[in-house]
Structure formats: C-alpha cells, structure tokens
C-alpha cells in the first residue's frame, strides 16, 4: 500500500527557515511530478511548488526565490527547503503525487496528510 508521509513542520519566528520532506513508500515504480500544497486557515488549497520526475521546478509567486523544492528519485522523497518565512506562511502543507506506478496499476493524485507550519511575527 503506497503512502505519503510528510515531516518536518513546526513552529518557526518570521525570518526563520524550516525543511519539509514527503516520502513515498510501498511498492513504487515510479512517481511522475509531485508539489507541496498549502491551505491556511478559511482559504483554499493552493499548489506553492513543483517538481518534475527529471527535476524541472515551477513555484508560486509568493514563495519565489525564498522556497526551494527538490527530489530525490532513489529515495522517492521529496523535500521543500524554506527559507525567510513570514506569518503568511503560516498553513497546512501537503504533499502530492500526481501518477504513481506500483506493480498492480497506477494511483493518481495521491496525497500525505499534512504538516502544519506556524510563523510567528
């Protein structure tokens, strides 16, 4: 059974950085583009960054040049370095994988369930 775990949130002051990781785990082919999602409290979920299997990285407005995805394919993890946080910040993050092969079919649009990251002003 494939599952997304992600780590690494917590409680940080404005300015601070913090490291997420999602790992995917089970019997896993292969992972297509995966993202780090967000969703703060009364908003909607918003893709903030992502990453293409041959590493090719896209971002929000927002979080450009502060946030910085990256994966490692051998490990089937992904990894979000953020850098400079600021109050709004502040929200659920979670991980996605857009296909995941396994040896019995295909998952799509599979998600973790969420770290929550805190910036205080």
């Known amino acids: 059974q494939v599952q997304l775990v992600e780590s690494g949130g917590g409680l940080v002051q404005a300015g601070g950085s913090l490291r997420l990781s999602c790992a995917a785990s089970g019997s896993i082919v292969s992972i297509n583009a995966m993202g780090w999602y967000r969703q703060a409290p009364g908003k909607q979920r918003e893709l903030v960054a992502s990453i293409t299997s041959g590493g090719k990285a896209d971002y929000v407005d927002s979080v450009r040049g502060r946030f910085t995805i990256s994966r490692d394919n051998a490990k089937n993890t992904i990894y979000l370095q953020m850098n400079t946080l600021k109050p709004e910040d502040t929200a659920v993050y979670y991980c996605?994988?857009?296909?995941?092969?396994?040896?019995?079919?295909?998952?799509?649009?599979?998600w973790g369930q969420g770290t929550q990251v805190t910036v205080s002003s």
């Open positions: 996605k994988a857009g296909r995941i092969v396994t040896p019995t079919g295909i998952e799509y649009d599979f």
